[in-house]
T-cell receptor
Framework: DVKVTQSSRYLVKRTGEKVFLECVQD?????MFWYRQDPGLGLRLIYF???????EKGDIPEGYSVSREKKERFSLILESASTNQTSMYLC?????????FGQGTRLTVV | DQQVKQNSPSLSVQEGRISILNCDYT??????FLWYKKYPAEGPTFLIS?????DKNEDGRFTVFLNKSAKHLSLHIVPSQPGDSAVYFC??????????FGTGTSLTVIP
């Protein structure tokens, strides 16, 4: 069974902190994605990666960076967390036509 | 600019009736469309998909219709059940390997 695992379900961080959100998939997929979901805005793509050490900016990359050192792991980094980064963060991996999502991380920046 | 649009943020339907969720897109290069269902505090789960070479795909109570000329797709759920209450996202993909998501429609099925 397909599995995408995000390291935390809920996180509370302070403004200015460096935040790491981890995502691991066990399907050997090449493509991995980070989205954020906000009310009324749907899922917005932050970054995606189509191979190890490869990354592409999505629609809203500002304030974020990513790391893909191994195929199964895709990390989202908030260099200096701000309150407008409070959101639900969703990781996905994809092969061919279907994307599989993790359970989401609800991040609150105070 | 939003390439995939769901213009109804919410929908309420009586149990047993049909739910129709709509989605419009602007990019004629999209060749694959999907619907995802999301419960609060969970990640989206895949529901049903359709390739651009088809105009209908059915899976149990769920049917997706695609009208390429109108750049419109819809998800029909019949009969609707209270457990169908969730947010539904429409998504489209092209050769770039990305998914483009709509803003979601919150469906409430009233018992």
């Amino acid at each position: 069974d397909v599995k995408v695992t995000q390291s935390s379900r809920y996180l509370v961080k302070r403004t200015g902190e460096k935040v790491f959100l981890e995502c691991v998939q066990d399907m050997d997929h090449e493509n991995m994605f980070w989205y954020r979901q906000d009310p009324g805005l749907g899922l917005r793509l932050i970054y995606f990666s189509y191979d190890v050490k490869m990354k592409e900016k999505g629609d809203i990359p500002e304030g974020y960076s990513v790391s893909r050192e191994k195929k199964e792991r895709f990390s989202l980094i908030l260099e200096s967390a701000s309150t407008n980064q409070t959101s639900m963060y969703l990781c996905a991996s994809k092969e061919n036509t279907e994307a599989f999502f993790g359970q989401g991380t609800r991040l609150t920046v105070v | 600019d939003q390439q995939v649009k769901q213009n109804s943020p919410s929908l309420s339907v009586q149990e047993g009736r049909i739910s129709i969720l709509n989605c419009d897109y602007t990019n004629s290069m999209f060749d694959y469309f999907l619907w995802y269902k999301k419960y609060p505090a969970e990640g989206p789960t895949f529901l049903i998909s359709i390739s651009s070479i088809k105009d209908k795909n059915e899976d149990g109570r769920f049917t997706v219709f695609l009208n390429k000329s109108a750049k419109h797709l819809s998800l029909h759920i019949v009969p609707s059940q209270p457990g169908d209450s969730a947010v539904y996202f429409c998504a489209a993909s092209d050769v770039s390997n990305q998914f483009y998501f709509g803003t979601g429609t919150s469906l409430t099925v009233i018992p």
